[in-house]
Structure formats: C-alpha cells, structure tokens
C-alpha cells in the first residue's frame, strides 16, 4: 500500500467525486482497491475475499472500511484523515458498511468490484439500489490534471528509450520470446516497474493485434510489430507501438505502411477540443478503406490511459463524446494480412487547448533492422 497524493490533492478529487455522484443523483459511491481508489486517495491495494472500501456518502464525511489485520498498512496515507471501520473475521463486514451509509437508495460502485463484495452490499443494504459508479467517476478520470500529464509524458519517453534499443535485439535467427525478454528488462531498466504487455509479433504474427511473444525465429525480411507499456512508479502507463522490418521491405510492405503512415498522422491532427472521439477514428479509418484496406483495420483507433492502460475516452466508431483539454488516448491504427503480416503505429496524445500533443517523439518510420 502507498499514497503518493498530496493531502490538498485527495481533498479535492474526493469533493470532485461527491459533486459529481450529487449531480448523478447517486446518495454515495463505494470504491474497492483498484486505480478509482488510487485516483481518489493514493492508496495502492489488492482487493480479495476481506471487504476493504472507501465509503463516501454525497453528504456526510468519507469513511474506510478494512480488516483490523490490514489497517497498519494503510498508516501514513490519505486514509489516516478518515474515520476507519475496522473489522475481524467472523464480523460481517458488508453490514458494516451498510451501517455507516445509513438510508442512502442509490449506491455506486467500481466496476472491478469482486461480486463477492457487490451481492453482500446488496444484501446488506436492502432498501438500495446498487449501480456502477463508472458514469460519475470516468468524468474525473478522463480529464488529466497538469501533474497527470507531466506523468504522462514521462512514460512516454522512457518507452520511447525502450523501443530506440529495439533495432539491436531484432535480429535474425532470434525468437520472438528472445526478443520480448530483452524488452521486458529494458522496460524496466528504463524507469517502469513492470512491462505490462510485450507483444513482439513477427511475419504472420504480426497480422494478430493481441499476438505476444512465441518461439517463432524471426526471419530475413520480416514486419515485426512491437507493442510495450506499463506503469512508472506513480502508476501512470506508457503503450507505444513501432513496426520494424528485419531487413529491406518490398514494395506491398512500403506503399501500406505509407497508407498507415498517413492515417496515423491524420487522427493526430484531427485530435482537439470540441471534435468527437468517432471522428478521430474515422479519420485514420477512411484513408485505410479508401486505399482499399478498410477490412483490415480490425479495432478502434485508441483508447484512454492513465492509471489503466485502457480507460475512458475509447477512439470509436459511435462514440460521440466531446474531447476537452486533458484528455489522453492512444492513436493507433493498424492494418493487418491474416496469415501474412501486419503493421500498426501507435503514440499516446493529450487534448490542449489547441489541438493534442504526442507525448511519444520517436520516429514513425518503417526501421529497418
């Protein structure tokens, strides 16, 4: 467990939060361990079959219920400013909870809640209605703060050191697997605590946007599709994506990554306040299908990050949401040749006031390795 908030921070973030679920109609939200609880407080914790929630009601003081066994750990960080409920095992602790929220009707919860926790607040608070708390707390969320954004950036170009080294571990006769592991110690090398997801897909693989590593042996003239992240220390992620040829590329391999180069580059510029998420996505999605390769742009053009690797705001065909200043995604289009090869670009962006800026700087380039 950690707290890396400033008191000031919480405090503001949990008014944010109450204004946000009032305005909602929602009387209190119940947050478990994961990256809302994080937002919110700082606190850092795994959540498992011992009840442990934030408690806070619209109109009343927040609370934190935990186990007696786990409430040393949590000295020191934003929960010291709360009242604690502690419990032991044999004590109910779902009714615990239910006690101090007294008479409230709609109660929200995270999403990542364990249903082990969600039926026994059901059961607990019988008078209540329980929905998920995603629609309050994504609005606060999606919208990174100064210091999330310098978070961000600083992700960014530690993964951007990771995928300058990439060149030097592609080589042939390696296996994917030889690769990935290379990565995953530069990934942390380079500032990260995990490397998250590692995905080294070579040739036929890399027509697979999830592929992650195999014992396939990379060959002369291979695409090979790199895509890394993880969180830095502070919790925030990087995920940038490069795709690199083992060799020279022939000309099918330059004239579609020139399509992909120019779909790329026009979601980025397409990117600014007051546009919708799905014109992002088509911005990138209509240069690929009128260069006859729509059927293979299989998934959106981005998704949110932050303290996720995937959250809210989602680069979709549908979604119609207004991008503001602080938004942060992912632009990533791909084109992809089941059985044969794929390609994808990817930089993490943030919304200004103007426009976005990429927070990942290296090139764009097919690299040839």
């Known amino acids: 467990m950690s707290s890396t908030?400033?008191?000031?921070?919480?405090?503001?973030?949990?008014e944010?939060?109450?204004a946000a679920a009032r305005q909602a109609g929602v009387d209190a939200l119940v947050i478990t361990p994961g990256p809302d609880l994080q937002y919110l407080t700082g606190v850092v914790k795994h959540s498992h079959e011992r009840l442990s929630a934030l408690l806070l009601p619209v109109d009343g003081d927040a609370a934190f219920v935990v186990p007696t066994l786990e409430r040393p750990g949590l000295d020191g960080t934003a929960v010291d400013t709360m009242e604690v409920l502690t419990w032991t095992d044999g004590v109910d602790p779902h009714a615990l909870a239910a006690s101090r929220l007294g008479d409230a009707r709609r109660v929200a919860v995270v999403a990542d809640m364990p249903a082990l926790h969600v039926l026994g607040l059901r059961d607990a608070l019988p008078q209540a209605s329980l929905e998920l708390a995603t629609p309050v707390l994504?609005?606060?969320?999606?919208?990174?703060?100064?210091?999330?954004?310098?978070?961000?950036?600083r992700a960014g170009a530690a993964i951007d050191a990771v995928h300058a080294r990439v060149p030097g571990w592609l080589v042939a006769g390696r296996t994917e697997a030889e690769v990935g592991a290379d990565i995953t110690a530069a990934i942390l090398e380079e500032g990260h605590t995990e490397a998250a997801f590692v995905i080294v897909g070579s040739g036929p693989n890399g027509a697979s946007p999830h592929h992650e590593v195999s014992d396939r042996v990379i060959q002369a003239g291979d695409v090979v599709v790199v895509d890394i992240g993880g969180p830095l220390p502070e919790g925030y992620n990087s995920d940038s994506t490069r795709t690199y040829v083992v060799?020279?590329?022939?000309?099918e391999v330059r004239d579609v990554y020139a399509v992909l180069q120019r779909?790329?580059?026009?979601?980025?510029?397409?990117?600014?306040?007051?546009?919708?998420?799905?014109?992002?996505?088509?911005?990138?999605?209509?240069?690929?299908?009128?260069?006859?390769?729509?059927?293979?742009?299989?998934?959106?053009?981005?998704?949110?990050?932050?303290?996720?690797v995937h959250e809210e705001p989602y680069i979709v065909a549908g979604n119609d949401l207004l991008l503001e200043p602080g938004m942060a995604f992912s632009i990533e289009p791909g084109i992809y040749f089941p059985?044969?090869?794929?390609?994808?670009?990817e930089d993490i962006v943030v919304v200004t006031d103007d426009g976005c800026e990429p927070v990942n700087r290296q090139p764009h380039d097919l690299l040839s390795c």
Do not use: C, N
Request: hydrophobic fraction near 40%.
């Open 138 to 153: 994504r609005e606060l969320r999606m919208r990174k703060d100064d210091v999330e954004v310098d978070a961000l950036r």
């Open 16 to 18: 944010r939060a109450r």
């Open 5 to 14: 908030l400033a008191s000031d921070r919480v405090t503001a973030r949990l």
């Open 263 to 308: 779909a790329q580059a026009a979601a980025v510029a397409a990117a600014r306040p007051g546009v919708t998420a799905e014109s992002v996505d088509e911005a990138a999605r209509a240069i690929i299908r009128d260069a006859g390769h729509g059927e293979y742009f299989v998934h959106r053009t981005g998704h949110g990050i932050g303290l996720e």
């Open 339 to 345: 059985g044969r090869w794929g390609a994808r670009i």
């Open 247 to 251: 060799g020279e590329p022939g000309d």
